[in-house]
């Protein structure tokens, strides 16, 4: 079946630099994606990666290995209102061509 | 505002009455899923429907049903609702192939008592 892995959760220091891991075994592959979800609110869309490497926007920047099944989400400068949960997801194919599987989603504490 | 707007935020009923959670959207995209989340579980995909007419069971379907009459709205229908569908309940859309994600609703939250 479908897996994707993340931690559960993360601790880091306003102002510093945290990445996120994410390891996938999809029976499909065709993108990469990282949401950002406050708790209780939806998620929202963060980065896109269909090809291996680094896209950047701003303080994120994502990161993806294909042959290794492997990505990055590297947010720096880190800020009070990044404490969220930030979820990985895969379009696998299931659930349709746009289908999306989702890993369970890391939530990050950002400490003064 | 492109947005997806999703209907009522919050809500308790009981067991076995009938409800619908309502979803609509103004960007013409052709893609559109429910999902549920619960703590430890993550989002989990309960159906999609790619087009008009066309929907399909997510990996989570039973105890709900669908329909996709118009392009816009994407109604999720529980006939006899459960406690264990108590949840947090998601309605997205999307273009097909395309890279900006999906669009998310504001979320529903239910309780089954």
């Known amino acids: 079946g479908q897996n994707i892995d993340q931690p559960t959760e993360m601790t880091a220091t306003e102002g510093a630099i945290v990445q996120i891991n994410c390891t996938y075994q999809?029976?499909?592959?065709?993108?990469l994606f990282w949401y950002q979800q406050h708790a209780g609110e939806a998620p929202t869309f963060l980065s896109y990666?269909?090809?291996?490497g680094l896209e950047e926007k701003g303080r994120f920047s994502s990161f993806l290995s294909r042959s290794k099944g492997y990505s990055y989400l590297l947010l720096k400068e880190l800020q009070m209102k990044d404490s969220a949960s930030y979820l990985c997801?895969?379009?696998?194919?299931?659930?349709?061509?746009?289908?999306?599987?989702f890993g369970k989603g890391t939530h990050l504490i950002i400490q003064p | 505002e492109a947005q997806v707007t999703q209907n009522p935020r919050y809500l308790i009923t009981v067991t076995g009455k009938k409800l619908t959670v309502t979803c609509s959207q103004n960007?013409?995209?052709?893609?559109m899923s429910w999902y549920r989340q619960d703590p430890g579980l993550g989002l989990r995909q309960i159906y999609y429907?790619?087009?008009?007419?066309?929907?399909d069971k997510g990996d989570v379907p039973e105890g709900y049903k669908v329909s996709r009459k118009e392009k816009r709205n994407f109604p999720l229908i529980l006939e006899s609702p459960s406690p264990n569908q108590t949840s947090l309940y998601f309605c997205?859309?999307?273009?097909?192939?395309?890279?900006?994600?999906?669009?998310f609703g504001s979320g529903t939250r239910l309780t089954v008592v």
């Open positions: 997801a895969v379009r696998d194919g299931k659930g349709g061509a746009d289908g999306l599987t």
């Open positions: 429907s790619m087009n008009v007419e066309v929907t």
């Open positions: 997205a859309s999307t273009p097909r192939g395309g890279g900006d994600g999906y669009t």
């Open positions: 999809t029976s499909g592959f065709n993108g």
């Open positions: 960007m013409n995209h052709e893609y």
């Open positions: 990666n269909v090809l291996d």
